[in-house]
T-cell receptor
Framework: AQSVTQLDSHVSVSEGTPVLLRCNYS??????LFWYVQHPNKGLQLLLK??????LVKGINGFEAEFKKSETSFHLTKPSAHMSDAAEYFC????????????FGTGTRLKVLA | NAGVTQTPKFRVLKTGQSMTLLCAQD?????MYWYRQDPGMGLRLIHY???????AKGEVPDGYNVSRLKKQNFLLGLESAAPSQTSVYFC??????????????FGPGTRLTVL
């Protein structure tokens, strides 16, 4: 079955230190992958997406993610955390060509310490 | 351009009551979706629609019905609410594209409590 696994339910970092949020997927085909962010009591906002054009994808607010097919991973990183990055982050996969349904990870809540 | 809007933002129901959640989008998108979000479970697809007049079941459809009478609107109905339906409900839409990727645009959510 196609799926996506976010390896950490909670991550805490200090302001100004790097952020790493981990995501692994399973797919029989070359997937499309997304990261969304949800701030408290808000809807979901697209951070970035992988669509096979380039393995290193840059998104908004300084985030980026690297698609590694050999590791079936799509980890989200940011060099320096800001207090405003505190939110929940979802990794999402569209597992195969011709479908449009998202499969969501269970989310990672990022806490940024002053 | 309002994007995806949801009505109402909050609602409290008693067990057995019915209600309808309205989703509207002004982006002329073909596809629309209803999700529920529960702690630790991410978002789960309830129902979706690939065009006006069509609907289909998602991952967790039981206890819900939907209708897509107009392209821009997607309604989610609860005929007899149960406490297990306490959740945050999100609507999303996406365009019909020939590409593999298909970004979904989300509404702000409806927080529903069933007592």
């Amino acid at each position: 079955a196609q799926s996506v696994t976010q390896l950490d339910s909670h991550v805490s970092v200090s302001e100004g230190t790097p952020v790493l949020l981990r995501c692994n997927y399973s797919s029989s085909y070359s997937p499309s992958l997304f990261w969304y962010v949800q701030h408290p009591n808000k809807g979901l906002q697209l951070l970035l997406k992988y669509t096979s054009a380039a393995t290193l994808v840059k998104g908004i607010n300084g985030f980026e993610a690297e698609f590694k097919k050999s590791e079936t991973s799509f980890h989200l990183t940011k060099p320096s955390a800001h207090m405003s990055d505190a939110a929940e982050y979802f990794c999402v996969v569209i597992p195969s060509w011709g479908t449009y349904k998202y499969i969501f990870g269970t989310g990672t809540r990022l806490k940024v310490l002053a | 351009n309002a994007g995806v809007t949801q009505t109402p933002k909050f609602r409290v129901l008693k067990t057995g009551q019915s209600m309808t959640l309205l989703c509207a989008q002004d982006m002329n998108h073909e596809y629309m979706y209803w999700y529920r979000q529960d702690p630790g479970m991410g978002l789960r697809l309830i129902h979706y629609s690939v065009g006006e007049g069509t609907t289909a079941k998602g991952e967790v459809p039981d206890g819900y019905n939907v209708s897509r009478l107009k392209k821009q609107n997607f309604l989610l109905g609860l005929e007899s609410a149960a406490p297990s339906q306490t959740s945050v409900y999100f609507c999303a839409s996406s365009p019909l594209t020939s590409g593999h990727y298909n970004e979904q645009f989300f509404g702000p959510g409806t927080r529903l409590t069933v007592l």
